[in-house]
Structures are given as structure tokens and as C-alpha cells.
């Protein structure tokens, strides 16, 4: 049987796409936000919930670790995970933690830190969410560890759990 | 009032509607190429989720400061990574995705010629 190049060029043309889409078929295609570790966190500057005293990336580079977390009274894996923040917050001085309380009331989210404990060193409010969007956050809870250096050494998409706790604490040792 | 004075005020309002216009038609095109990250297969223009609405409105901000299209494209990759838009851009990675449609439309043309190529040849003999 004599074989034309048309007929090996459209050959390899199928083989080629059969390839591309069994290699498309193999790869996760969910989001996730591993990619952004190593990423420095953009410059920001936000008001408390409690007062009108600022915080900004300046004050972050003081310290060696610093979690920011985004929480609202509205949300419930908020609360399962705020007994990790409270524990990280009382047995470790080597991480300050940053609440940035998200799309809430005041009145609200003050309950909800009266009620549960504050493991916060600073708690900012983000009343429109826009500050959300220059930490890369698309849902809450969710949470970041930067160093000194404003770099994001890891990002936690979900309430934090024991498994994830341990985790930060290997990070920070 | 007179009657160019009117034809002035006309002629302004029309200008600033045209460019109001033009600006709503560029939100637009913006909002269509953003992935709504917590959707399934929608557009930050299509979706009215709470991460979709907080978008819109950082979109808008930076509209208003005067960013260009690209600018905020790539403010938000580099918050949410290249997902966040739906037309990605060039570079190494995604090379083969840019240049293989092309690549396929010069091979196709060249089956087809070949093809036709081969006909004419059978006809003639």
C-alpha cells in the first residue's frame, strides 16, 4: 500500500491533537492559588474596626511572620477555624496575626471576636471587599503567611484545620 | 437662545454620550475576558456573585484612575495567576496554544493543496 505525505502529514496532524487533548484531560484544571507563593503582597493601607488607627505593609516588614486572615460574623467555617487562630496566637509569639474583617458590620463583627476570643493584633475592615482583591482572595476564610519581607510563603483557601495548623507551625519554627 | 447655541449644546451632549458609551463598551469587553473564579463557566460580566460584584467595582476604580486595559489584566494575574483571564497572554508557557491554530490553518491549506495538487495530475494522465 503506497502511503502519500498528505496522508502521513494528516496522520500525525491527529495524533498530535489527540495528544495536546489527553495531556489537557490529565491536568487539573481547578483554581488554586499555589502559583502566587512567592509573590509579594501589594502595598495597602487599611482602617480598623475598633478605631481610626491604620495599618499598613510597612508595619507587616517588623514582624517575622505575620497571617492575615479574612473572616466575617456571617460566615460559619470562620468559626470552626477561629480556635486555631486563637491557639496560634497564645503559644506562638513568633507570628502576629491580622484579621481583615470581610464585607461585615462593625457591630457584628465585634460580637463575633467578643464571643469566640480575638486572636488578632489588628483588626481592619474591608466594608466593600475591594481590599480583598489586593491579597488575591476569592472566598472566606481565607488566609496568608508573609514574611518579613512581604513575600506569601503560603496561602490557605478554606477554614484552617488541625492538619493545616501543624503546618503553619513547621513553617514558622 | 439662539439657534447655534443650541446646535453647540446638541453637538456637546451627543460627544459626551458617544464617550460614555465608549467607556461602558470597554467595562464591558473587560468584564467579559475575566473568569469568574467561583462560577462554573462564567464571566465576570455574566456572573452576580459577591466575588464577581467586587471585581466590577476594583475594575471601575482603576478605570476611573486611568489604567489601560492591559494594566489591569495585569494587575489581576498577578493576584489570581494567569486563570483569572480568559484570553491568555503570549510567552513561553502557552506558546503552542497561540501559534497552533495558525499552524493548522497553513497545514490544512497545504493537505489541500496537495490534494488538489494530486487530482489534477490523475485527470490529466
Not at chain 1, 495528544?19 to 481547578?30: A, F, H, Q
Not at chain 2, 449644546?9 to 459626551?16: A, D, W
Amino acid at each position: 500500500m503506497k502511503i502519500s505525505i498528505s496522508q502521513i502529514i494528516a496522520f500525525s496532524f491527529v495524533v498530535f491533537f489527540l495528544s495536546i487533548l489527553w495531556l489537557g484531560l490529565k491536568n487539573n484544571n481547578n483554581y488554586d492559588t499555589k502559583s502566587l507563593i512567592g509573590n509579594k503582597i501589594s502595598n495597602f493601607q487599611l482602617s480598623s474596626i475598633h478605631n481610626n488607627e491604620f495599618i499598613s505593609d510597612q508595619v507587616l516588614k517588623e514582624n517575622k511572620f505575620t497571617l492575615i486572615n479574612f473572616f466575617a460574623s456571617w460566615c460559619a467555617p470562620c468559626r470552626a477555624e477561629h480556635k486555631y487562630l486563637l491557639n496560634l496566637s497564645n503559644e506562638n509569639k513568633e507570628i502576629k496575626i491580622i484579621g481583615i474583617n470581610f464585607k461585615d458590620k462593625k457591630n457584628n463583627a465585634i460580637s463575633f471576636l467578643n464571643e469566640l476570643g480575638n486572636p488578632y493584633n489588628f483588626v481592619a475592615k474591608d466594608l466593600d471587599g475591594k481590599a480583598s482583591i489586593l491579597f488575591g482572595i476569592y472566598g472566606i476564610p481565607e488566609s496568608i503567611i508573609v514574611n518579613n519581607e512581604l513575600i506569601i510563603i503560603k496561602k490557605i483557601v478554606g477554614p484552617i484545620d488541625q492538619k493545616q495548623y501543624e503546618e503553619i507551625l513547621r513553617l514558622i519554627q | 437662545m439662539s439657534l447655534k447655541k443650541i446646535i453647540l449644546l446638541i453637538y456637546i451632549l451627543l460627544i459626551t454620550s458617544l464617550f460614555a458609551d465608549n467607556n461602558k463598551f470597554e467595562v464591558l469587553e473587560i468584564y467579559k475576558n475575566l473568569r469568574c473564579l467561583i462560577c462554573q463557566g462564567q464571566s465576570i460580566a455574566d456572573s452576580n456573585s459577591d466575588f464577581a460584584a467586587t471585581i466590577k467595582l476594583v475594575v471601575q476604580d482603576q478605570i476611573n484612575e486611568g489604567k489601560t486595559k492591559d494594566e489591569i489584566y495585569s494587575f489581576l494575574i498577578s493576584k489570581y495567576g494567569e486563570w483569572i483571564v480568559y484570553q491568555p497572554t503570549f510567552n513561553k508557557n502557552n506558546f503552542l496554544l497561540w501559534v497552533l491554530p495558525y499552524l493548522a490553518f497553513i497545514l490544512g491549506g497545504l493537505i489541500i493543496f496537495l490534494i488538489v495538487r494530486k487530482n489534477k495530475h490523475n485527470q490529466a494522465q
